[in-house]
């Protein structure tokens, strides 16, 4: 009698250590699981951080522009008389950029030419440019000497911006005022040679 409750006790000591180990090992194979679906959202936070920082930064290429933006085309013609010479010092009244509209500029360059407005996309892919002020007629590829009209398709061979030379372009607008390349500090960035601004889009220094 002894013996056997002996025997029975045993083997339920025995079933019981069993069933807590068997319990151990199914909570460590759940927290494997449970930290790598953690691991996933984070990888997934991440990303999306990656994300929205390149979108920022090709919104900020997007409206990108030389700090120097260099010599005019070749065989432009110098304006004989504009009404503000060179070294002279002007507010400007566009808004090609950020923190453009009323600083003071100093013209550095005037000339007599076709300018127009131009509808592109960029050869770098990206949204298309509506309205883009301004493209002078020498920074046109093989369109002889005559002002062009409003829709007229061409080819770009002018890099104010990324993706813009070479690129296939529309006629939105144009205009045969003096245009000019002027020197002046935008949101505390000095911008030197910048092309172009009309005359229209220039007023007298106070």
Not at 90 to 115: F, R
């Amino acid at each position: 009698m002894t013996r056997t409750l002996t025997t029975t006790l045993a083997a339920g000591a025995l079933a019981a250590t069993l069933v807590l180990a068997g319990c151990a090992s199914d909570n460590r194979d759940e927290s494997p699981g449970g930290a790598q679906d953690h691991g996933n959202h984070n990888n997934g936070d991440t990303t999306d951080d990656t994300t929205a920082e390149g979108e920022a930064g090709q919104d900020r290429d997007g409206h990108d522009h030389p700090a120097d933006g260099g010599p005019v085309p070749e065989g432009m013609s110098e304006a004989t008389d504009p009404l503000y010479p060179v070294g002279s010092e002007v507010v400007l009244a566009a808004d090609h950029m950020p923190g453009m509209d009323g600083a003071t500029a100093t013209i550095v360059g005037a000339y007599d030419t076709y300018t127009y407005a131009v509808n592109y996309t960029p050869t770098t892919g990206g949204d298309p440019v509506t309205d883009h002020q301004w493209v002078v007629h020498e920074e046109l590829q093989n369109v002889g000497q005559e002002r062009l009209t409003d829709g007229t398709e061409v080819t770009l061979a002018a890099a104010h911006m990324g993706g813009m030379d070479g690129a296939t372009a529309t006629i939105a607008s144009s205009t045969q005022e003096t245009v000019y390349v002027v020197d002046f500090e935008a949101d505390g960035m000095a911008m030197t040679n910048h092309k172009w601004v009309t005359e229209s889009e220039i007023a007298p220094s106070p």
